[in-house]
């Protein structure tokens, strides 16, 4: 496996130089063979065509007749080679050291060895005579070859100012990003305030546009975890000045004092201990109930279970009933929460199944039917119900306690909050940390007087999973 960590990337801007500069390569030795073979063959038709105006006009210009002498010849290169046959067949005019065989050749176009050189030959036939004219293939190809290579010369020569063309446009292109990254760079690391969109292309706005949103969420988590560690420390200092206070007291106690004295103090100190750690306990779960890592993951139920409501209600309600009992409370569970498998064996309800997790959702129930229990005077009673509501879960929660002002139930939410006619003691974590919890699973919560039982009624709305997750 490779390990990613000691694999160097390169930059945005190497890569595109990289391309983008291949390419220009690419194009430009593309470029210049076509051009090349172009020439060449262009070349050689012009060759060719030289060929034939020659002939014509050796055809056109002089007849080979009887008499004493030979006619004059157009002057020409010393690769090309001429010969001229009268009517009769014989030759009147044969280049000096040609090398061509002293013979009639194909008319038209033809090619031919002689004394190991290769010859492109033409001949034309008139009806005064027979005219061969021949060209050197090796000095032919050297001219071809040389005049190819000039029209392939302007792309060698284009191709590296077309380079640095895209090596300028690249490096101003990406001008603003690394305008971007030097001033990130150059941010102290409490500095979370908006970059500026100022210059950037339309391309890189929408990616600072959500690093903005993501100095904002930080900000505000930074914000609420500043609060929350003042609160924590002013709300602990007062349960651990009391736990030494009630130490000190107990220490000094006389060693002749009753049993019953010491019993008192000991008692005293216990119930403050656990008191204690229950805060520390609330403490510790708001702070991963407000742990922003998995909000999104669990709103969409990207990385979600798929759970049982219904069982998840039970087994906080289970934990919850030794100490209604105990407080004087009737807990009591409706159909749509109550064991599918009950004593008759019929089937109650149909299993509500949500995404989310599982130890999450038991605790923002317990909280709910602790809070219900805590604020329920003696003789009570709690009810907790579950029914679906077309793609929803609804659960509730009410008792038959003194409820919440209307004016109040828009700050019991908060930490540390308590209601100014809160007849129980508390820390005022519990509903914060239910707010949390539904929070990250994207639910719904609101407050109201329950109708039957006259307290205080909590309902909490949840998406249920799609059919093609309970398959």
């Given at each position: 496996m490779?390990?990613?960590?000691?694999?160097?990337?390169?930059?945005?801007?190497?890569?595109?130089l990289?391309?983008?500069?291949?390419?220009?390569v690419?194009?430009?030795?593309?470029?210049?063979?076509?051009?090349?073979r172009?020439a060449?063959?262009q070349?050689?038709?012009?060759?060719?065509?030289?060929?034939?105006?020659?002939?014509?006009?050796?055809?056109?210009?002089f007849?080979?007749?009887?008499?004493?002498?030979?006619p004059e010849?157009?002057?020409?290169?010393?690769?090309?080679?001429?010969?001229?046959?009268?009517?009769?067949?014989?030759q009147?005019?044969r280049?000096?050291?040609?090398?061509?065989?002293?013979?009639?050749?194909?008319?038209?176009?033809?090619?031919?060895?002689a004394n190991?050189?290769s010859?492109?030959v033409?001949?034309l036939?008139?009806?005064?005579?027979v005219?061969?004219?021949?060209q050197?293939?090796?000095?032919?190809t050297?001219?071809?070859?040389?005049?190819?290579a000039?029209?392939?010369?302007p792309?060698?020569?284009?191709?590296?100012l077309?380079?640095?063309?895209?090596?300028?446009?690249?490096?101003?292109?990406?001008?603003?990003?690394?305008?971007?990254r030097?001033q990130v760079?150059?941010?102290?690391?409490?500095?979370?305030s908006?970059?500026?969109?100022?210059?950037?292309?339309?391309?890189?706005?929408p990616l600072v546009g959500?690093?903005?949103?993501?100095?904002?969420?930080?900000?505000?988590?930074?914000?609420?975890?500043?609060?929350?560690?003042?609160?924590?420390?002013?709300?602990?200092?007062?349960?651990?000045?009391?736990?030494?206070l009630?130490?000190?007291?107990l220490?000094?106690?006389?060693t002749?004092?009753?049993?019953g004295?010491?019993?008192?103090?000991?008692?005293?100190?216990?119930?403050?201990i656990?008191?204690a750690?229950?805060l520390?306990?609330?403490?510790?779960?708001?702070?991963?109930?407000e742990?922003?890592?998995?909000?999104?993951?669990?709103a969409?139920?990207t990385?979600?279970?798929?759970?049982?409501?219904?069982?998840v209600?039970?087994?906080?309600?289970?934990?919850?009933?030794?100490?209604?009992?105990n407080?004087?409370?009737?807990?009591?569970?409706?159909?749509?929460?109550a064991d599918p498998d009950?004593?008759?064996?019929?089937?109650v309800?149909?299993?509500?199944q949500?995404?989310?997790?599982?130890?999450?959702?038991r605790?923002?129930?317990?909280?709910?039917?602790?809070?219900?229990?805590k604020y329920?005077?003696?003789p009570?009673?709690?009810?907790?119900d579950?029914?679906?509501?077309?793609?929803c879960?609804?659960?509730?929660v009410?008792?038959s306690g003194?409820?919440?002002?209307?004016?109040e139930r828009g700050?019991?939410?908060?930490?540390?909050f308590?209601?100014s006619?809160a007849?129980?003691?508390g820390?005022?974590l519990?509903?914060a940390?239910v707010?949390?919890i539904a929070?990250r699973?994207?639910?719904?919560?609101?407050?109201?007087?329950?109708p039957?039982?006259?307290?205080?009624r909590?309902?909490?709305?949840m998406?249920?999973?799609?059919e093609?997750?309970?398959?």
């Open positions: 490779i390990d990613h960590a000691i694999v160097p990337s390169r930059s945005l801007r190497a890569r595109l990289l391309f983008l500069l291949g390419a220009v690419l194009f430009a030795a593309a470029q210049g063979v076509i051009a090349y172009s060449l063959q070349v050689d038709q012009m060759f060719d065509y030289q060929l034939q105006q020659m002939a014509a006009s050796m055809g056109t210009g007849v080979i007749g009887p008499g004493p002498g030979i010849v157009p002057q020409t290169d010393d690769d090309i080679l001429i010969q001229i046959w009268g009517q009769d067949g014989a009147v005019f280049s000096p050291s040609s090398a061509l065989p002293r013979m009639r050749a194909l008319l038209g176009f033809s090619d031919l060895m190991g050189r010859y492109r033409y001949t036939q008139t009806p005064q005579q005219i061969q004219i021949a050197d293939r090796s000095a032919r050297a001219r071809a070859r040389a005049l190819a000039r029209a392939a010369l792309v060698a020569l284009f191709a590296p077309l380079m640095l063309v895209v090596w300028w446009v690249v490096s101003r292109a990406l001008a603003p990003v690394e305008r971007m030097a760079a150059a941010r102290a690391a409490a500095d979370l908006p970059l500026s969109l100022t210059g950037l292309p339309s391309e890189v706005r959500e690093l903005n949103a993501l100095f904002g969420r930080v900000g505000q988590a930074f914000d609420a975890q500043k609060n929350f560690v003042a609160d924590a420390a002013h709300e602990l200092r007062t349960p651990l000045a009391a736990l030494k009630q130490a000190q007291a220490r000094r106690l006389p002749s004092a009753d049993g004295t010491q019993e008192i103090a000991v008692t005293r100190l216990n119930q403050g656990d008191r750690v229950r520390v306990e609330q403490l510790l779960s708001l702070a991963r109930a742990a922003s890592g998995d909000v999104t993951a669990l969409n139920g990385k979600a279970n798929r759970i049982d409501l219904g069982l209600v039970r087994l906080a309600a289970a934990d919850a009933l030794p100490r209604a009992q407080a004087g409370i009737a807990l009591g569970l409706g159909d749509g929460a009950n004593e008759t064996g019929a089937d309800h149909k299993p509500i949500v995404r989310g997790d599982a130890e999450a959702l605790a923002l129930v317990a909280n709910l039917l602790d809070n219900a229990i329920t005077p003696a009570g009673q709690v009810e907790v579950l029914s679906l509501d077309l793609n879960a609804v659960l509730t009410e008792d003194p409820g919440i002002a209307p004016a700050r019991v939410f908060d930490r540390f308590r209601a006619d007849s129980a003691s820390s005022g519990g509903l940390i707010k949390a929070d699973h994207g639910a719904a919560l609101s407050l109201s007087e329950s039957s039982l006259g307290g205080l909590v309902e909490l709305r998406a249920t999973a799609p093609r997750l309970l398959s």
